[in-house]
């Protein structure tokens, strides 16, 4: 199994609210990512890094912000959540090169 | 519009059979990922192709890729109740580390 971990696994919280999702990984990898993917559908990423104060919005437009000031980290900040935010949020990375991506097990967030 | 898509969408077997699933793509690259995701859970990799090759086996599972054809197939041999799952075929465009993620295909193994 791969060492990337999510938290929380779960988040139910009021509209209005600031909510930061975490990941962090233990592999050294220099390339992370966050894909957004709504119960049976596919992954839209939504961010990308790929490195220490490298960060890149992915191919669909989110409100969401990232930042990496470590390797091993790459948290997911929503300054002011919506319902239309209601998700599932998956963390991933890769290594050097051509390389398969580790998933974290998702936060899925509902915004009431 | 999304780069991989998946047939079929849904699809249930008996334990024992064998699971075909398709994936076509619309641009060229690099390398061709098939992924499976649990219910509840991250996407595991199962098998990497790229795109010179043509054909992949890893265990119970082969994968072809026809890059004139913009496709890819994933067998699932003997299937096992466990195999349930969706499953993902992703694709990088040249040039880039980013994966663009097909629709997927729900397998049902029925013990």
């Known amino acids: 199994e791969a060492d990337i971990y999510q938290t929380p696994r779960y988040l139910v919280i009021g509209t209005g609210k600031k909510i930061t999702l975490e990941c962090s990984q233990t592999?050294?990898?220099?390339?992370m990512y966050w894909y957004q993917q709504d119960p049976g559908m596919e992954l839209h990423l939504i961010h990308y890094s790929y490195g220490v104060n490298s960060t890149e919005k992915g191919d669909l437009s989110s409100e969401s912000t990232v930042s990496r000031i470590r390797t091993e980290h790459f948290p997911l900040t929503l300054e002011s959540a919506r319902p239309s935010h209601t998700s599932q949020y998956l963390c991933?990375?890769?290594?050097?090169?051509?390389?398969?991506?580790?998933f974290g097990d998702g936060t899925r967030l509902s915004i009431l | 519009s999304q780069q991989g898509e998946e047939d079929p969408q849904a699809l249930s077997i008996q334990e024992g059979e064998n699971a075909t699933m398709n994936c076509s793509y619309k641009?060229?690259?690099?390398?061709l990922q098939w992924y499976r995701q649990n219910s509840g859970r991250g996407l595991v990799h199962l098998i990497l192709i790229r795109s010179n090759e043509r054909e992949k086996h890893s265990g119970r599972l082969r994968v072809t890729l026809d890059t004139s054809k913009k496709s890819s197939s994933l067998l699932i041999t003997a299937s096992r109740a466990a195999d349930t799952a969706s499953y993902f075929c992703a694709t990088d465009a040249l040039r880039s580390y980013k994966l663009i993620f097909g629709s997927g295909t729900r397998l049902l193994v029925r013990p």
């Open positions: 991933a990375s890769s290594g050097s090169g051509v390389q398969p991506q580790h």
């Open positions: 641009t060229s690259i690099n390398n």
């Open positions: 592999m050294g990898h220099d390339k």
